[in-house]
């Protein structure tokens, strides 16, 4: 009998803009259920790996597979399975809010349950009062929070989130975080690359990125007990992981 | 005169820093000093003199040419001189309705910052801000004005009159709107922008009851620009003066803080210098979001489910963005041109402008809601289907309707030898080519700019149909490879 295939591969994936390396021989592998930070410094390759997965940027060597296809040779049927919300998500000037959620769910043709589903998310990230407002007289974090909205109405097997935290306000994060373990439980996925995670967020796995490379990869509170670290926080664990990695690459005094 | 003093100093601050920064733009560095420097500075400012020059050469040329036209046919030319006053009264409706939409006198940060906020008395930023706008105000109009003298009439005479005319006639009708914007926002009205509507329904009514009373001012110019009038107009002159001072009383009530509002998305666009002019997108996407931010939804998205829902989009962006129109109109232009072109077997038709035209323009009147779908991933990944289907979804109704006005225009005026379904079949075809040809270009074809894909494929589609059926006098095989390249384009179009 097959062993299941891993919702999301990644081989040896790199990517380049000109002479500039981003994403150099990265490989992991993502199940179904899990949520997963993607940690790093600016420019350590987060937002261009979360673009080569989505199918947005094609890699210049390697492969992403999501359930065992190609992206690359199969992108539309991939691109079934996996969303990708950008840091500066971009929107239809012409809808509201509601028409926005009202249009994704008439062109995927999602069942009759979905108003309420979509107005739960309204009211979870407090839009609900904006909902005939057109994206322009939106703030920057509220079209952060309608895109979340719309991306969760569609319920991918894989969600992928950049700086998904940053826009938001304290109360919204904490919700989103509750709305991603929600995503979790049903055996969905989650992919979150950021800088600054809610205190009440504990991943069930940190990838730590640097100069494109993966430089760590594992069970978050494994990876935080074999650095020492208490509480676990994706940011602690990117600062102990690279200050190993700068006293690792120290020349040697012999 | 006090406030006068630092409002003039910030002026002229704001105006040598955007001297430096265009100077910057071009490449020069004044401060550098170097001699390089120097001569590279002299270079641009020789070259930016020499295009003036020549440009200014080539506009009095053509305008004696029109002239010495003119001189044959005294009826045309009294024809066109009985046109002046209605235009007048046109442009001086335009500015009334403009200056009472939204406020005259606009702000950019540096201003709301600095000037908006200050102790200083209103009237004076009202009268810095108009002076400030006078040298173009003045010198556009004065080589308009001198121009069509040139036309009209010819003498030395006429051209200082009509020049000194059109430069008064500008700041009277300049005061003349400020005016009326100030009383508004001066006023308890000052939040009802349909004030717009007042001069746009009373001065043809003006015009039709008192003719002379409305009519002077373009009267004034006709007879300046014919030459029999003064070069000094002291009516026009005295006129302007007054409505200047009064415009300046009444900005010293104005509200500053509905000035602010009202200056809109002006202090984003002043930000973006160089860009401005490089990226026209940058510029539209922050009008529309100006626009759109204030606006209550008009209508609601029908209730339709899968494809269905795409057309169902397009129609409803349509009606909530009026501005789409205009691109659609040049969009039609293209096609009755192509159409022409194309099969009026006429010898001399202007085939290759038509190409350029057509690979030039993007089709954004067409195209415009399938070029945001494809152009953001993000928005991309919501719509589940090939970008053929994409494409008939929300480019197939505006399509539908450029090719119903081609066909109703090649109806009303087609070459006598060509046929009434040969028009139809070209201008449909015309249609699909110019939107699959931006389906498969795969830059975003945009608002004044340039991108080599969709010209490369526009180009080639249109150049090798106008090849076919111009020089080599075969337009039903045009048509046959038209058809051709649609099947070809669309094919890929579904594969991409």
Partial sequence: MDAPRPLLEVNGLSHAYGAVAALTDVSLTIEGGEVVALVGRNGAGKSTLLRCIAAWTPGTRGDVRILGDSVRRNERLVRRHALLVPDTPPFWDDLTVWEHLRFVAGAHRLGGGWPDRAEEFLVLFGLEGRKEAFPAALSRGMRHKLALAMALLLRPRLLLLDEPFGPLDPVSAVRLWEALLAFGAEGRSALVSCHQWPTEAVPDRCIVMEAGRVRADGRTADLSRQHGLAPVTPEGLLRAVLAEAAVQSEPSDV | ?496
């Fill in chain 2, 1 to 496: 005169m006090s406030d006068l003093r630092p409002l003039l100093w910030l002026r002229w601050r704001q105006l040598s820093r955007a001297g430096l920064y265009w100077l910057a733009v071009v490449g020069y560095d004044p401060g550098a000093g170097a001699l390089m420097d120097r001569i590279y500075g002299f270079y641009v400012l020789a070259a930016v003199g020499a295009i003036a020059v020549v440009g200014w050469a080539g506009a009095v040329n053509a305008a004696q040419q029109m002239g010495r036209a003119l001189a044959g046919t005294p009826a045309a030319a009294s024809a066109l001189s009985s046109l002046v006053p209605g235009l007048v009264l046109g442009i001086q409706t335009l500015l009334l309705a403009v200056a009472m939409a939204s406020s005259p006198l606009k702000l950019t940060s540096p201003d709301v910052a600095h000037v908006a906020g200050a102790p200083l008395r209103r009237g004076a930023v009202v009268a810095v801000a108009f002076l400030r706008g006078l040298p173009p105000r003045l010198l556009v109009p004065a080589a308009i004005g001198d121009l069509a003298s040139i036309v009209l009439g010819g003498s030395l005479h006429y051209q200082a009159a009509g020049a000194v005319t059109a430069a008064a006639l500008a700041v009277f009708s300049t005061a003349l709107a400020w005016l009326l914007g100030m009383l508004r926002l001066a006023g308890a009205a000052r939040r009802r922008r349909r004030l717009w509507l007042v001069p746009v329904l009373a001065v043809p009514l003006l015009a039709w009851g008192l003719p002379g009373f409305a009519l002077w001012p373009g009267r004034a110019l006709a007879a300046a620009l014919a030459g029999q009038a003064p070069v000094w107009n002291p009516t026009l002159l005295l006129a302007a003066a007054a409505l200047s001072a009064g415009m300046v009383a009444l900005g010293s009530r104005a509200n500053m803080a509905v000035i602010t509002v009202e200056s809109g998305p002006l202090p984003q666009m002043a930000a973006l210098g160089a860009l401005a002019w490089t990226d026209p997108a940058a510029v539209r996407q922050i009008r529309l979001d100006a626009a759109q931010a204030g606006r209550r939804a008009r209508l609601a998205l029908p209730d339709a489910r899968g494809a269905a829902l795409l057309p169902a989009r397009a129609a409803l962006a349509y009606v909530r963005r009026l501005g789409l129109l205009l691109p659609l109109l040049r969009d039609l232009t293209l096609t009755v041109f192509g159409c022409w072109v194309l099969l009026g077997h006429g010898a001399g038709l202007p085939w290759f402008d038509w190409v350029f035209a057509s690979a030039a323009i993007p089709p954004r009147g067409v195209g415009d809601i399938f070029d945001a779908d494809t152009h953001e991933p993000f928005l991309r990944q919501f719509l589940p289907v090939d970008d053929l289907t994409l494409l008939l979804g929300d480019a197939g109704l505006p399509a539908l309707l450029v090719l119903l006005l081609s066909v109703a225009a090649w109806i009303v005026r087609r070459p006598l030898s060509a046929s009434l379904w040969s028009g139809i079949a070209c201008a449909a075809l015309l249609v699909a080519l110019r939107a699959l040809c931006q389906a498969v270009a795969p830059a975003r074809p945009r608002e004044g700019a340039w991108h080599p894909p969709f010209i490369a494929a526009a180009g080639v589609c249109f150049g090798l149909m106008a090849v076919a059926a111009v020089p080599a006098h075969a337009p039903g095989f045009a048509l046959e490879l038209g058809a051709a390249m649609v099947a070809v384009l669309a094919l890929v179009t579904a594969r991409a």
